[in-house]
């Protein structure tokens, strides 16, 4: 179910519980300001979601709330992720789901990073 992107934060969610080592990750990168990890539900070859630590429902949350170390580390994280994959000479894909008409099931801001084989196009025309 999509989430209310506009709602407070919810310590209970499955990002946070990662954050805190509850429940188990595939990290593959950790600064100060944010964390990397594999997609359990894998959509292409490289699926890496990287989340801020600090505590951000969507990317609309972080962009009102966050100071600019924080953006700045968690920008710089996930471009460094992708350089570590070998992604920029093939090309890859971000996707940041923001509250419900941009289905987003997870109420953590998480950067979808998606590589390894060629996208389509981006929203299928009706
Ligand atoms: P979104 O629709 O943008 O909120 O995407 C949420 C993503 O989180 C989906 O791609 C899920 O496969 C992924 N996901 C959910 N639970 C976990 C988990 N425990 N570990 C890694 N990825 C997860």
Same mark, same amino acid.
């Given at each position: 179910?999509? !989430?209310?992107?506009?709602?407070?934060?919810?310590?209970?969610? !499955?990002? =946070?519980? !990662?954050?805190?080592? /509850?429940?188990?990750?595939?990290? &593959?990168?950790?600064? /100060?300001?944010?964390?990397?990890?594999?997609? !359990?539900?894998? %959509?292409?070859? @490289?699926?890496?979601?990287?989340?801020?630590?600090?505590?951000? &429902?969507?990317?609309?949350? *972080?962009?009102?709330?966050?100071?600019?170390?924080? @953006?700045? #580390?968690?920008?710089?994280? &996930? $471009?460094?992720? =992708?350089?570590? %994959? #070998?992604?920029?000479?093939?090309?890859?894909?971000?996707? =940041?789901?923001? #509250?419900?008409? $941009?289905? %987003?099931?997870?109420?953590?801001?998480?950067?979808?990073? *998606? #590589?390894?084989? %060629?996208?389509?196009?981006?929203?299928?025309?009706?």
């Amino acid at each position: 179910m999509p !989430i209310d992107a506009t709602a407070p934060y919810d310590d209970q969610n !499955i990002f =946070a519980k !990662i954050l805190r080592d /509850e429940i188990p990750s595939k990290k &593959v990168y950790e600064n /100060e300001f944010a964390l990397a990890f594999h997609d !359990i539900n894998p %959509q292409a070859p @490289i699926h890496i979601l990287v989340i801020p630590k600090g505590r951000y &429902v969507s990317w609309d949350d *972080f962009t009102t709330t966050a100071d600019d170390a924080e @953006i700045a #580390g968690f920008i710089r994280a &996930v $471009g460094h992720v =992708a350089r570590e %994959q #070998g992604l920029p000479a093939p090309g890859y894909r971000l996707l =940041a789901n923001i #509250g419900g008409h $941009g289905h %987003q099931e997870v109420p953590h801001l998480h950067i979808h990073i *998606f #590589g390894g084989r %060629q996208m389509r196009e981006m929203i299928p025309r009706s």
